[in-house]
């Protein structure tokens, strides 16, 4: 039995299982660290008396983290605007309630070990696009990290000719990627999240066009086997297949070995059964599970 944590920035899914399945979750919202920290450690607690002791916890986290193995505040929340979470130590926090190992990594490199670990795949890119956008990578069954994580969702982007002087809400950049095609950022330039917009509203080929672009770049520099896109502004069915045709128009057949089926047999949305970042907080605690 493992313990697994999503830690988002609005909420914290907690379960107890294994990556085939949880025996109990609940989803416990995120407020000020010593009273989220106090409810998870009581639902693992709760759950461990029902279902039996965990041998490790996992935690899939928002960033930025500390994930330089030599630091001395290693797998604590780094510099955040989100009141009172910076340098929050959760896996020390655990480790000291339960006395078992804890390993940590973002949110998005978990998710991406979850759906490389479902579909058989030996590089992924999973991209969240929500609140924020996030990317993580998973390669050979394992997470890309070590020094610190990737940060590919301000990456700067080609302004759509739609978008006219918006200046994006990327409170680092302005229009970079996050700035121009976040859940945030499409209701600051339209008034509507995409899902209060009619089909033939710009606002739809500008978001595809703007994740074309990401996807353009995450084929062009780590060439995954596939790329995953999650998160609540992927929820609108509609939206997918325009970022798939937009990242074939853009790439324009330079891709290597992404032929024309390519784009829609590996650009997806997520098929983990529960959230892919529980899944993947699973798959993190087993490696430590024995240490
Ligand atoms: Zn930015």
């Not at 989100?82 to 340098?87: D, E, L, Q, R, S």
């Not at 990578?137 to 997470?143: H, L, W």
């Not at 700035?179 to 509203?201: N, Q, R």
């Amino acid at each position: 039995m493992l313990a697994a944590i999503e830690a988002g920035g609005t909420k914290f899914v907690c379960g107890i299982g294994d990556a085939t399945g949880s025996r109990l979750t609940r989803t416990i919202p995120t407020r000020d660290p010593d009273s989220t920290l106090a409810d998870v450690a009581r639902f693992l607690a709760e759950a461990a008396a029902e279902h039996g002791a965990f041998t490790a916890i996992g935690i899939g986290s928002f960033g930025p983290l500390d994930l330089d193995r030599t630091s001395p505040t290693y797998g604590s929340i780094a510099a955040t605007p989100k009141p009172g979470w910076a340098g929050t130590d959760m896996p020390g926090f655990l480790k000291a309630r339960f006395g078992v190992p804890v390993a940590i990594d973002t949110d998005v490199n978990v998710a991406a070990l979850a759906e490389a670990r479902l579909s058989g795949v030996r590089r992924l890119a999973y991209v969240t696009v929500g609140t924020g956008i996030g990317v993580g990578f998973a390669r050979n069954g394992e997470t890309e990290t070590g020094f610190g994580h990737a940060e590919a969702g301000h990456i700067p982007v080609r302004r759509h000719a739609d978008h006219g002087i918006f200046a994006g809400t990327c409170p680092f950049h302005g229009d970079c990627l996050e700035g121009m095609a976040s859940g945030p950022a499409i209701k600051a330039a339209w008034g509507h999240s995409l899902e209060g917009l009619p089909p033939d509203h710009p606002a739809w080929d500008v978001t595809a066009t703007y994740l074309g672009q990401l996807c353009r770049t995450l084929i062009l520099t780590t060439m995954p086997e596939r790329i995953v896109l999650g998160g609540g502004v992927m929820a609108q069915e509609r939206l997918l297949p325009l970022v798939r045709e937009a990242t074939e128009k853009q790439l324009n057949g330079y891709c290597g070995p992404w032929t024309h089926e390519a784009f829609t047999t590996r650009i997806h949305l997520p098929q983990s059964q529960e959230p892919p970042g529980l899944v993947g907080a699973y798959l993190l605690a087993a490696t430590v599970a024995d240490q």
